[in-house]
């Protein structure tokens, strides 16, 4: 009776997903205990990681470096690797599928479902700080983009309509950007916002200032405003500086006035008005 051969996996391939896709390396390899390894790693590098570490120098240093240990790891592992019957995806024709596969169903959730946003101002003091990110729901607010590139559009009439006090990526005035802001006004709303008050609908939301509780700059104050279900801490500099800039109106139809939470350093519909419903990308959900 003829036995199966022996096969043996590939080194220079293992070599090269190692340094690339590590997790699909291992698997390649049938080496289970690294692929846990790798996606230990992965979420590290993903979600753990401070935002001034990942952007330095020294944090992509560190990078090119575990890519390569992945690398050798994963050239040594084939050597001594044999396969008496090997799994489709010890080889590699199975491996690049379903590298592919996941490609295409990360893309799909991009696209249509949630996306990540990495916070890059301090615009949303101090609910949401330089560097930390969030995940933003996509699926039901009708504008369905992947890399700034817009794949789908569903009438503003079928969306899911925005909340007061739910935070949002959007669209700026002239699109060429996107912003982070929390939602104040409603259509038809009337808002106002005077001496670091905020009403809506002759309602007082702001309450009474003081210290923040761990302030990095003694002249920071907060306080907490509660707009229906959503409560949250705003920030803004000691009242004895000068005064932002007061605004009173009535939210035209299918439009909604939006604020930073920073109240003293934030670019908002105070300054560039209303944005209309379509501008309207993804509701945060989550955030660390």
């Given at each position: 009776?003829?036995?199966?051969?022996?096969?043996?996996?590939?080194?220079?391939?293992?070599?090269?997903?190692?340094?690339?896709?590590?997790?699909?390396?291992?698997?390649?390899?049938?080496?289970?205990?690294?692929?846990?390894?790798?996606?230990?790693?992965?979420?590290?590098?993903?979600?753990?990681?401070?935002?001034?570490?990942?952007?330095?120098?020294?944090?992509?240093?560190?990078?090119?470096?575990?890519?390569?240990?992945?690398?050798?790891?994963?050239?040594?592992?084939?050597?001594?690797?044999?396969?008496?019957?090997p799994k489709w995806y010890n080889k590699w024709q199975g491996i690049l599928v379903l590298i592919l596969s996941t490609l295409v169903l990360i893309l799909f959730i991009r696209t249509f479902?949630?996306?990540?946003?990495?916070?890059?101002?301090?615009?949303?003091?101090?609910?949401?700080?330089?560097?930390?990110?969030?995940?933003?729901?996509?699926?039901?607010?009708?504008?369905?983009?992947?890399?700034?590139?817009?794949?789908?559009?569903?009438?503003?009439?079928?969306?899911?309509?925005?909340?007061?006090?739910?935070?949002?990526?959007?669209?700026?005035?002239?699109?060429?950007?996107?912003?982070?802001?929390?939602?104040?006004?409603?259509?038809?709303?009337?808002?106002?916002?005077?001496?670091?008050?905020?009403?809506?609908?002759?309602?007082?939301?702001?309450?009474?200032?003081?210290?923040?509780?761990?302030?990095?700059?003694?002249?920071?104050?907060?306080?907490?405003?509660?707009?229906?279900?959503?409560?949250?801490?705003?920030?803004?500099?000691?009242?004895s500086k000068p005064q932002d800039k007061s605004v009173s109106l009535i939210v035209p139809e299918n439009e909604y006035f939006v604020m930073g939470d920073n109240r003293d350093n934030s670019?908002?519909?105070?300054?560039?008005?209303?944005?209309?419903?379509?501008?309207?990308?993804?509701?945060?959900?989550?955030?660390?």
């Amino acid at each position: 009776m003829h036995s199966p051969s022996i096969q043996t996996p590939n080194k220079w391939f293992a070599a090269i997903l190692g340094a690339l896709f590590p997790i699909f390396s291992f698997i390649y390899l049938s080496k289970w205990k690294f692929v846990f390894v790798a996606i230990i790693y992965s979420v590290i590098q993903a979600f753990f990681w401070p935002f001034q570490f990942s952007q330095s120098g020294f944090g992509l240093i560190f990078s090119l470096v575990i890519s390569l240990i992945f690398s050798v790891v994963a050239y040594k592992l084939a050597e001594k690797t044999k396969f008496d019957t090997p799994k489709w995806y010890n080889k590699w024709q199975g491996i690049l599928v379903l590298i592919l596969s996941t490609l295409v169903l990360i893309l799909f959730i991009r696209t249509f479902v949630y996306n990540f946003y990495r916070i890059q101002s301090s615009t949303m003091n101090p609910a949401l700080i330089r560097g930390d990110q969030g995940l933003f729901q996509k699926l039901g607010y009708g504008e369905y983009d992947l890399f700034g590139y817009s794949i789908l559009k569903t009438p503003v009439s079928s969306r899911k309509r925005p909340k007061r006090g739910e935070i949002f990526s959007i669209k700026s005035v002239n699109n060429k950007y996107t912003i982070i802001a929390r939602v104040i006004g409603l259509p038809n709303d009337k808002v106002e916002y005077h001496q670091k008050k905020l009403y809506i609908n002759d309602q007082l939301v702001t309450g009474d200032t003081m210290p923040y509780q761990s302030p990095t700059d003694g002249s920071i104050f907060s306080a907490v405003e509660k707009i229906d279900e959503n409560e949250y801490t705003v920030q803004f500099l000691q009242p004895s500086k000068p005064q932002d800039k007061s605004v009173s109106l009535i939210v035209p139809e299918n439009e909604y006035f939006v604020m930073g939470d920073n109240r003293d350093n934030s670019i908002d519909s105070r300054r560039f008005g209303t944005l209309p419903s379509e501008n309207f990308l993804s509701k945060l959900i989550y955030s660390w």
